[in-house]
């Protein structure tokens, strides 16, 4: 007897045609959605603690100008082109979901103008772009204690920096880091640098004079001799 053969079924799997058309569309759509988010604007940008610099400087040194795609907006590309800025000393970077960027600016104090430059606290001298003319002026030549100088005066309060209208350096046999403050009210301020934080003390100096004008020794002796 022969044996019977026997026929095996192959079944042939039908692709879902339907399920696949689907899974295209949503993939589309998920692809276009994350393209559409990507293209998404900064929405609003704060700035605070900029005395010297606009919000538009601000802006244009971040590179943020026309508000561009907030997924393109880095902390570390934001800081560094601000930082490359000589008023700005350091930047604080906050961003939001809903888009708010907040750059909170920290900037240098601008000290005095010497040689039609105005010194910042970092003591760089930057052209004076922004007619800065609150703060003193130094009349004669500081070049050799220039470093020191700035250090110092940087620690002065900035009303009282207010006050000062001129700065002329007079050294002595007795002290080589001797100034004469003109100030704006018409008194004389003699100071030492190593003394440099009684200035801070003038209000309360002054009201003793009983509105007399005249020469303030803080430099020796903290005493005052009335002009007139």
């Not at 795609?69 to 961003?95: E, Q, S």
């Not at 003193?136 to 110092?152: G, Q, R």
């Amino acid at each position: 007897m022969s044996a019977k053969k026997v026929k095996v079924k192959v079944k042939k799997r039908r692709l879902k045609t339907k399920n696949i058309i689907i899974t295209l569309i949503i993939l589309t759509l998920l692809v276009l959605t994350i393209i559409d988010i990507a293209k998404l604007p900064v929405k609003n940008i704060y700035i605070q603690g900029n005395n010297i610099l606009d919000d538009k400087t601000i802006i244009s040194l971040a590179d943020l100008e026309g508000y561009p795609p907030y997924i393109n907006t880095y902390f570390t590309n934001i800081k560094k082109k601000l930082l490359k800025n000589d008023y700005i000393k350091n930047v604080n970077i906050k961003r939001t979901l809903s888009r708010k960027i907040y750059l909170e600016i920290e900037e240098y104090n601008p000290i005095c103008i010497y040689k039609d430059k105005l010194v910042l606290s970092s003591t760089k001298s930057v052209d004076n772009t922004y007619n800065i003319n609150y703060i003193p002026y130094v009349i004669n030549n500081i070049d050799d204690i220039f470093d020191k100088f700035i250090t110092k005066f940087s620690q002065i309060d900035k009303d009282i920096l207010l006050k000062i209208s001129h700065i002329e350096y007079t050294p002595n046999e007795v002290d080589k880091e001797r100034f004469l403050l003109y100030m704006v009210d018409s008194n004389y301020v003699y100071i030492t640098l190593s003394k440099i934080d009684k200035i801070n003390k003038y209000n309360s100096i002054i009201q003793k004079l009983e509105n007399k004008k005249g020469i303030i020794y803080l430099d020796s002796g903290d005493y005052v001799e009335i002009k007139g």
